[in-house]
């Protein structure tokens, strides 16, 4: 049953962010202050420090008393690839700290002063060295999504391991704006109009080729990517990107779950401290990246 809390959470995103972003139109500055003005609380009893994983800085969070054997994940952050960072998205990686994992958040750079393929090479840069620590689980949201996916196809590609299993949250998945939703929910999104998330796209790619798999992800070939696990709102523009992608994993034989969440807005678990679906969403993506973390009894 959705929280009355959701419809709330989602009216004050359609009244007070998706007027701010319109407004901004084509001004970096302004739309860079509406994606980073977001502020909720840490998660208590969560030790968030700065580090640097492959030479990319970031954010670590973990509790003090995390065991050294404790699930690690990396965990991409999203901000339409030219906002947030590490600290805009302590509800995600908090979250999952508080949840049992140990989790890196690399700061990486930001489109257009760095755009495509700059936040790829800095993601795959620090996967390749987290990685080298052992087997970990990824995940990511909206943009931070999109890196993921594509983090993946390059991994495959390069000869780096794969994770245990990826989380998508709301990501992007097609920079050429084909989903269905993307008509349907122009107006039921709370958030974006596709001709905003347009610009952004275009900030990004910066002239690259979007039907490029490392930059739409939907254009590649999803065969052995580990178990994914899609969590996206029902009234998104993005929300056929998760399914899409989804259904194109699963006929490669790609073991990929697509969960629609109504009412939520885009990325509604930055407001997990207050929203239960934000809480329940974080429970199941961490629930489904604990179970493909253990290591099967044949092989301990």
């Known amino acids: 049953m959705t929280s009355l809390r959701a419809y709330f959470f989602n009216w004050i995103v359609r009244r007070q962010v998706r007027p701010k972003i319109a407004r901004a139109g084509g001004d970096l500055a302004a739309i860079r202050r509406v994606m980073n003005q977001a502020s909720f609380p840490d998660q208590p009893g969560i030790v968030f420090r700065d ?3 492959g030479g990319i800085p970031g954010e670590w969070a973990e509790r003090p008393d995390a065991a050294p054997d404790a699930p690690r994940l990396l965990y991409l952050h999203g901000g339409g690839f030219i906002a947030c960072s590490p600290r805009t998205h302590r509800p995600f990686t908090g979250g999952f700290a508080a949840r049992g994992f140990r989790v890196f958040c690399p700061d990486y750079r930001l489109a257009p002063e760095h755009p495509f393929p700059a ?5 795959a840069a620090c996967w390749s060295a987290f990685a080298a620590g052992g087997p970990a689980g990824i995940a990511g949201d909206s943009a931070g999504g999109n890196l993921t996916l594509a983090l993946m196809l390059r991994a495959r590609r390069d000869g780096l391991p794969q994770p245990q299993a990826a ?6 998945t097609d ?4 989903g269905e939703s993307m008509r349907t929910n122009a107006r039921r999104d709370a958030m974006f109009e596709p001709t905003k998330l347009q610009h952004l796209v ?3 790619l910066a002239g690259h080729d979007p039907t490029d798999p490392l930059a739409s992800p939907i254009e590649g070939d999803p065969t052995g990517l580990p178990p994914l696990l899609f969590h996206v709102g029902e ?3 993005l929300r056929d990107d998760s399914v899409r992608f989804a259904e194109k994993a699963r006929a490669a034989g790609v073991d990929a779950t697509v969960k629609t969440w109504p009412v939520v807005p885009h990325v509604w678990q930055l407001a997990s401290s207050f929203l239960p679906e934000g809480r329940r969403s974080l429970s199941e993506a961490a629930a489904f990246l604990k179970t493909h973390a253990r290591v099967p009894e044949a092989v301990r």
């Open 175 to 178: 920079m050429l704006g084909r």
């Open 119 to 123: 936040a790829l090479d800095d993601a």
């Open 167 to 172: 989380v998508l949250f709301s990501p992007s």
């Open 202 to 204: 275009d900030l990004y």
């Open 51 to 53: 580090g640097s994983v």
């Open 235 to 237: 009234r998104e523009v």
